[in-house]
């Protein structure tokens, strides 16, 4: 096993999963958050300090997208984007 980050493993069969309840999050290095749970919001339902309206800021509306553990919901990844970007910002561990 090895530890990804506070919260993902990558296992001997190459899965990755949840390091909290151990459900697999992922089928293998290149995507390591495939099967986890994906939710987006608008940036404005956020926490005080990054919910000022983007209006003020971008004519680009402006969301909180994240990805959570599909066993336990712990959260495995926040990213404030904006909408129209079409994909997720994506990582994957190297085969070297
Ligand atoms: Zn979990």
Not at 20 to 36: I, Q
Not at 46 to 59: K, L, N
Not at 78 to 88: A, S, Y
């Amino acid at each position: 096993m090895m530890k990804i980050d506070d919260n993902l493993e990558l296992k001997p069969d190459g899965t990755v999963t949840c390091s909290h309840c151990g459900a697999e999050v992922g089928p293998d290095r290149h995507n390591p958050m495939a099967k986890a749970i994906r939710h987006e919001r608008p940036s404005s339902v956020a926490e005080p300090g990054i919910r000022a309206d983007p209006v003020f800021f971008t004519d680009r509306p402006i969301v909180i997208r994240q990805v959570s553990c599909s066993g336990c919901f712990t959260v495995l990844l926040t990213e404030i984007v904006p909408g129209d970007e079409p994909q997720h910002r994506h990582w994957q561990l190297s085969d070297a």
